[in-house]
Structure formats: C-alpha cells, structure tokens
C-alpha cells in the first residue's frame, strides 16, 4: 500500500492466522475448509500461501496440502454460537468430507436431534445433527457477519470427526472418496509447481420428493430467478416469469432471455421450487463499486456471484468468480449488490 497504511483486509491474513478457504475446484462451490496462513500477501493483488488442516497432499494424509490462493478466496473462521437447534428452512453450513459445505435445512425431525439438508451445489440431501451444523454466514463488504452473531457466540471449533449420517440419497458424482486433483498456481516460486491432492464431496443427485416443504409461494406472473442443474452454470441464476404451479407441485416458469431450441420463442421449463427464488429488490444505484465488494454479474443471460479484484477506468471492473476460476471484465451497468435470499428474506451482504 502506498504511504506506509496496512489495507484493513490485510490484518485478518497474517503469517500464523487461521483463516477458511472457499474452493474454486469443480464441483466444490459454496465450500469452506480450514488452513492456517504460511506465507500473508505483501498486498490486495498478491496470493496467500495457506496450509489445510484437514486436506493432505497424498491419501497416506502425512503431508498437509499447501497452495497458494487469491485473497477473495479466504476470510476469517466465522465464530460458533454452539446452537443446540435449527429450523426448517434455516441456511446453514453442514461438516462434511472435511469441510463446511453451504445448504438449507428441508427437514426436522421432531423429538430427535436430526436434520436433512439439501445442498444446491449437487442437489442432494443428507442428514446431520446439530453438532455437525452452524448458521450460515457472509463475510461480507465491511468485514461484517451477515447475518450478524449474537453477542454468545465463541471461537469457532470444527468438528473434524464429524460424519455425515443416514443419507438419503445415492452417491453419484465426478469426485468420488479416493479421487486426486491437481491445482497449479502461478505465484511466484510456484510456477512449474502441480499440486496434488486428495478432496471429497457430497454426490450430485436430486432431492427426494416428500422431503421438502415449499418455503415461499410463488404465483403466476411473478418475476423469479432460477438456477441450473447443467454442468458450467451452477450457482448461476436465470431471469425467469412464473407461469403456474404445476400437479407435481413444481413450477412452469419461462425464461426471459433462453430460446427454446427451434427458436421460436422463450424455453419453458418445469423445476423445484429449490431451484427458484424471487427476484431481488431495487436497493438503489451504486455509484462506484469498490475492491473486494461481493456483486452480481451479468454474463451468459445469467447472473453470477464474484468480487471485484481491480476498479477500472471508464466505469469498468475486473470481477473474479469462483466456479469457474476466472476474472473478467465488466461495465458498471452489468453489475449489481450482491444479495442472498436466506429464510424467505432478501439480505444485502
């Protein structure tokens, strides 16, 4: 930083400091893991050298994972608030295959503590208890909590023996336990480096039908949003118009920018309402968006969630997206506040 002022996101990533790493492997979106700062960024545009607590370079596990990551990838370890209980339709990260994974809870189990929860990333649901729960977070614009802890909350302990229990789904998915992936940096001193190692995640497979509860009505005419099962567009959502709910008790929606494939008119489509939200809420113009806000992208008909990496001239920003790992360009006219549609509310991050 010019004028000898540390950045205020700096002081979370100094060497020795336990941060979580968000994943832009595919498959592992919406994915937190813990590491411990090795080597902290000399500034906002350089890579931070992390080691994971629980993810290794061989499948012997003697050898934690090293690697060198963007800043937008980390945050601080959100604190614990030891919850004894959650709620249908709660957001919540889940422990799973060595990391927190990001979800809503469709079903509780009354009188036990059990709860399902259903994973966008790979539409599937499995079943954990409290323990193995926390209430989901944003790190957000600010370094704030979003929503905001409560003032019991405690340093954050990570179950790390936790498993995941009675799934009710099989397992189907390109990454399967045993599996290897390779990520390559181009940090300095990490150029030629391929770094091997070893990740599992939840299954790729549809929510059972009976085991969620529609959480918001939806009727005919309604502006929404709706996301995609399709490889290359998770976590991305379409502009789309409800038509009517259906006998399946899905809804008919129409896109507003797909053509159906003969070209004559917009793709309809049926999906579960788990794939739909409203449409977010006008907060206002934004003059100027700033590094390291959370944003909306609009790219490919679709929005897309990434952080500004670098403020442009002309009204311009370099956007980074997770998954895929990219950065792209973008006029300010492209891009809007980022929020997230939590318990049947829109919340700004």
């Not at 003697?62 to 990838?73: A, D, Y």
């Not at 990570?158 to 399967?176: C, G, I, K, M, Q």
């Not at 679709?302 to 952080?307: E, F, K, P, S």
Request: glycine share 6%; charged share 30%.
């Amino acid at each position: 930083m010019a004028g000898g002022g540390e950045s205020s996101i700096l002081r979370y990533f100094k060497k020795g400091a336990e941060v979580e790493v968000n994943s832009d492997d595919d498959g592992f979106r919406g994915s937190w893991f813990a590491a411990t700062v090795i080597r902290p960024p000399k500034d906002e545009s350089s890579k931070v050298l992390v080691e994971y607590k629980t993810l290794t370079e061989d499948e012997a596990g003697k050898r934690p994972l090293r690697e060198p990551l963007q800043l937008v990838q980390l945050r601080p370890p959100p604190p614990q608030e030891n919850r004894t209980s959650f709620e249908f339709s709660d957001e919540v990260d889940a422990y799973y295959n060595d990391g927190w994974w990001e979800g809503v809870i469709t079903r509780k189990f009354e009188g036990k503590d059990k709860y399902t929860v259903f994973f966008r990333g790979s539409r599937e649901e499995l079943s954990f208890t409290a323990s193995q729960l926390r209430l989901h977070r944003e790190w957000a614009t600010g370094e704030k909590w979003v929503p905001p802890l409560l003032p019991s909350s405690h340093p954050n302990k990570t179950p790390l023996s936790a498993e995941a229990e009675d799934s009710t789904v099989a397992t189907e998915h390109n990454f399967n336990p045993g599996n290897h992936a390779e990520a390559s940096s181009d940090e300095d001193g990490f150029e030629n480096e391929s770094i091997q190692y070893h990740k599992t995640t939840p299954s790729s497979a549809e929510a059972k039908d009976g085991m969620v509860v529609t959480k918001h009505i939806f009727n005919s005419g309604d502006h929404a949003e709706a996301s995609s099962d399709e490889d290359g567009f998770k976590g991305a959502w379409f502009p789309v118009t409800v038509l009517e709910k259906t006998a399946a008790g899905k809804y008919l929606i129409e896109y507003k920018k797909l053509m159906n494939d003969d070209g004559t008119g917009f793709l309809r489509e049926e999906i579960n309402e788990l794939h739909l939200r409203p449409s977010p809420p006008d907060v206002g113009v934004v003059d100027r968006f700033k590094v390291n806000d959370q944003v909306d992208a609009f790219y490919n008909d679709c929005w897309w969630v990434g952080r500004v990496t670098k403020v442009l001239v002309k009204e311009r920003y370099s956007v980074y997206f997770e998954n895929p790992p990219e950065e792209l360009k973008f006029e300010h006219s492209d891009l809007r506040v980022h929020q997230e549609w939590r318990n049947g509310k829109w919340h700004c991050s």
